[in-house]
């Protein structure tokens, strides 16, 4: 069983900055992969970042230099940094964890940037 607990959305600034954390618990493994998704209204959830067990990241273009994921392995965490938000990023933001092939989520936590 594996539980996922999104927090640190909120309400910011355009070109402010947020992190959010995502607190696992269950069948965790550092060796598989984590990531964040998000879902803007009327969009496809997307992927914005993961990162391999053993560091590996990659992310979407559209955060590329602007945000960074970071997972600590001893604390079953990830989290994702924030950083010069735009209103683009609006959206709820879900935590993800990949076992075996199977995904698992978060709840979401809201991620709303004014301009």
């Known amino acids: 069983q594996v539980q996922l607990v999104e927090s640190g959305g909120g309400l910011v600034q355009a070109g402010g900055s947020l992190r959010l954390s995502c607190a696992a618990s269950?069948?965790?493994?550092?060796?598989?992969?984590m990531g964040w998704y998000r879902q803007a209204p009327g969009k496809q959830r997307e992927l914005v970042a993961r990162?391999?067990?053993?560091?590996?990241?990659n992310y979407a273009d559209s955060v590329k230099e602007r945000f960074t994921i970071s997972r600590d392995n001893a604390k079953k965490m990830v989290y994702l940094q924030m950083n010069s938000l735009k209103s683009e990023d609006t959206a709820v933001y879900y935590c993800?964890?990949?076992?075996?092939?199977?995904?698992?989520w978060g709840q979401g936590t809201q991620v709303t940037v004014s301009s």
């Open positions: 269950g069948s965790i493994f550092s060796i598989n992969p």
């Open positions: 993800n964890y990949n076992l075996l092939g199977t995904d698992y």
């Open positions: 990162i391999t067990g053993v560091g590996r990241t």
